[in-house]
């Protein structure tokens, strides 16, 4: 069962396309890594999900 479930985020930083359509989700119980490259997104994944920036 999902615990967490993101579905076709987009994050903008004024001009700046920052995060394009992620989906994912993470099962209850499970201990999940975001892994990418240096500007990949992962910051801004995580602060959409926390609601710090506005998807
Ligand atoms: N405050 C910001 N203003 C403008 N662009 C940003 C800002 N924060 C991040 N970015 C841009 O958004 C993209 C994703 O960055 P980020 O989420 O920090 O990646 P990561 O954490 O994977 O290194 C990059 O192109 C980065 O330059
Ligand atoms: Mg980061």
Redesign the pocket.
Known sequence: MALLEVRELDVH??G?H?LRNVSFSVDEGKIVTLI?A???????TLRAISGLVKP
């Open positions: 930083y004024g700046i920052a990418g240096n500007g990949a997104g992962k910051t801004t």
